[in-house]
């Protein structure tokens, strides 16, 4: 039986977010439309096997096939990234980056030391927040003023504290990240330097951003985001990383089983197996390059209309856009945009004077709207509205008070959803994305 006469619910419900996808513009960097080939793959009888265990060294029987999926995966992300090693087994970007922690850090012992959250650094690069900033001892860098990495105050904070981790890669750093810098900060003081490139993966492999494989010893990624795969992680191991350490590959099999996990999702392999395949094409480093014209020009529209710009523009694929200037707070900036039809993410920026949950900041990025077919006369439309929708809830004010404030944002969301400047942008949103179908 088909889904629609299993369950009409989660039918309908699907269906609907289909649609949702469809008639907005997602502008969250780290989200993307996969190809119907990488869903099919995904949707295969693969998520019925159960795979504990690696290629040839399973626990179960049954793998004739499974076993080649996953060293074709294997063999793929090495060709495409340039490393002897791989793991493609991580649920997810956050079990990796612990599993690699695991393999190099002794807890309660070694230090961790990674970019900030509220900085645009990741939980899992050893926030205290996160289990890696509880398992292991948190050393948290910062950007300067300007909202750039300070290699300067990196460098000094290392040889203070050396950390047996550096962890470079990041959420919300517009810039292109000096990889070799950090290997040179690593290497003085002993250290391991993890890359986690899980949103710029994609621009990596399409040669538009700088690798980290001759300069980092370990790198993570995620698989979706630019890379334009299914929700999934990969472990690398650079010729450093061997240098360094030959049995680093043993290290991270064995902290992602019997570690962290039990059997690997066998058809989330084969969808990565795809997804890297499409990714080792001519079509994809168009793809990626087309992903940064887009976010230049976009951040180029955008700081005309007046807006900050952290670090004042962007050599990747996402924008981080501080809204204090235009009196506005991110968290009703994203809800504002939300019911106008652009999709977009609140978020911090540095040296916030706001709480996480109603942050001064608005993150926004081009892999998705890149890969519908959008070019740099959509950026000019999309900052347009932006800035439309901005004038709509600037000088909103945020109470203070806990409970007064829930009160307020439940009339805002109905106050907003009504805005007749929001649905008829909402509207000329849905025909221009007419014009660009999902994959």
């Not at 649609?19 to 295969?44: C, F, M, Y």
């Not at 927040?129 to 990196?154: N, P, R, W």
Request: glycine share 8%; aromatic share 8%.
């Amino acid at each position: 039986m088909n889904l629609v006469k299993t369950d009409k619910e989660i039918a309908l419900l699907i269906k609907k977010e289909a649609t949702r996808q469809k008639e907005t513009i997602d502008l969250i960097p780290s989200e993307n439309h996969t190809s119907r080939a990488v869903r099919e793959a995904l949707g295969s009888v693969l998520t019925d096997k159960y795979s504990e265990g690696y290629p040839k060294k399973r626990y179960y029987q049954g793998h004739k096939y499974i076993d080649q999926i996953e060293i074709l995966a294997e063999e793929r992300a090495k060709k495409l990234f340039g490393v002897p090693y791989v793991n493609v087994q991580p649920y997810s970007g956050s079990p990796a980056n612990l599993a690699v922690y695991l393999a190099t850090c002794t807890p309660q012992k070694d230090k961790i030391m990674g970019l900030s959250l509220a900085f645009g650094g990741h939980l899992t690069h050893g926030q205290p927040q996160s289990s890696t900033g509880q398992f292991f001892k948190s050393v948290l860098y910062e950007l300067d003023k300007e909202g750039f990495l300070d290699f300067g105050a990196i460098e000094k904070l290392a040889q203070k504290e050396k950390p047996k981790i550096i962890v470079c890669g990041y959420t919300a750093y517009p810039r292109i990240i000096d990889f070799k810098r950090f290997g040179q900060i690593a290497d003085k003081v002993g250290a391991y330097l993890m890359a986690d490139i899980s949103h710029i993966a994609g621009l990596i492999v399409g040669r538009v951003h700088q690798s980290p494989v001759s300069f980092a010893h370990i790198i993570t990624t995620t698989t979706h985001k630019t890379l334009r795969g299914p929700r999934g992680a990969l472990i690398m191991v650079t010729e450093k990383g061997l240098e360094k350490n030959p049995d680093l590959p043993k290290k991270i099999d064995s902290a992602i089983i019997p570690g962290l996990q039990g059997g690997p999702h066998d058809h989330q392999t084969a969808a990565i197996a795809v997804a890297l395949a499409e990714a080792s094409t001519q079509e994809f480093k168009n793809y990626a390059a087309q992903i940064v014209k887009n976010a230049k020009r976009l951040a180029s529209s955008l700081s005309k209309a007046g807006f900050d710009l952290i670090s004042g523009g962007t050599d990747n694929h996402l924008i981080l856009i501080d809204l204090q200037n235009k009196k506005a707070n991110g968290a009703l900036a994203a809800i504002a945009l939300e019911a106008a039809g652009i999709v977009s993410n609140k978020n911090a920026v540095p040296f916030d004077p706001m709480p996480p949950f109603y942050p001064s900041g608005i993150r926004i990025g081009t892999p998705a709207v890149t890969t519908r077919g959008m070019k740099e006369k959509e950026m000019e439309k999309i900052a347009f509205w932006t800035n439309e929708v901005i004038e709509e809830v600037k000088n909103e004010k945020l109470p203070t008070d806990k409970a007064v404030r829930v009160e307020f944002m439940k009339d805002f969301r109905a106050r907003i959803t009504k805005n007749k400047k929001l649905l008829l942008i909402a509207k000329e949103v849905k025909n221009l994305t007419a014009k660009f179908p999902l994959p």
